[in-house]
């Protein structure tokens, strides 16, 4: 679906037809572009490879640099890999928090340079551990939130097509969110925000970037 008929649909939903309208177009494409980057965290419809996403996957180190920032965009991490500039074979790293490393290996941070066996995530950091010797590149595999909002009426929303009718349900629910408004309705905005979490499921907590962390049990997830 494009932009326009995802606009539409929200109209007619809330039989916002009669100009002036009650929503501005304006407010509707935000609410429906914050609606697909909450149910690509919510679903993980988004997948991140090198191959698909070298801009947030590939993450140059220098010899000696253990720490680099993240692109928020990859908000969850699945797989990672070093490969080495040396020619070396590529070798899978550790996710792990600064908690579990602190605690098993209290002496990382006076490691001397060499081929890196952890991948530490803290906020918006990655940090190798030991720093590398030589030059490489992380890989990272994961999760990404869409890389470019709707704008134009022809725009489509990056997530699978089959999924685009269900982002009306996050824009009704922030049209009858918003107080001291004559459409201010807090049960129509709770019964779509309800739709879109049934569709969707729930918004993961704020811990979510330790997900696939392998200092902590695994969980299959059913969306």
């Known amino acids: 679906m494009t932009l326009a008929d995802l606009i539409r649909r929200v109209r007619v939903a809330a039989d916002d037809l009669r100009v002036p309208y009650l929503w501005r177009t304006e407010n509707i494409t935000d609410w429906l572009n914050d609606g697909e980057a909450e149910a690509a965290i919510r679903a993980r419809l988004l997948r991140a490879t090198p191959s ?3 801009s ?10 253990a720490e680099r920032e ?3 965009a990859l908000f969850e991490i699945s797989h990672q890999t070093w490969r080495p500039l040396n020619g070396a074979r590529s070798s899978p790293l550790r996710l792990v928090s600064r908690e579990w490393i602190d605690g098993h290996r209290p002496d990382w941070r006076d490691l001397d ?3 890196p066996q952890f991948l530490v995530r803290d906020a918006n950091l990655l940090r190798l551990v030991p720093a590398p010797g030589v030059g ?3 890989l ?8 470019r909002q709707m704008v134009n009426d022809d725009d489509t929303p990056e997530i699978g097509g089959v999924h685009h009718i269900h982002l009306v ?3 009704l629910y922030k049209g009858y969110s918003i107080p001291d408004t004559e459409t201010y309705d807090p049960n129509r905005a709770a019964r779509a925000e309800s739709e879109f979490s049934r569709y969707f499921g729930p918004r993961p907590d704020a811990d979510l970037r330790h997900a696939g962390r392998a200092d902590e049990p695994h969980h299959n997830i059913a969306w």
Do not use: I, K
Request: negative net charge.
């Open 140 to 147: 990272l595999e994961g999760y990404r939130l869409p890389l």
């Open 56 to 65: 947030l996957c590939e993450v140059a180190f220098s010899a000696n640099v």
């Open 113 to 115: 340079p060499d081929d």
């Open 169 to 171: 349900q996050w824009a």
């Open 52 to 54: 698909t996403a070298s």
């Open 70 to 72: 993240m692109d928020p």
């Open 136 to 138: 490489g590149t992380l």
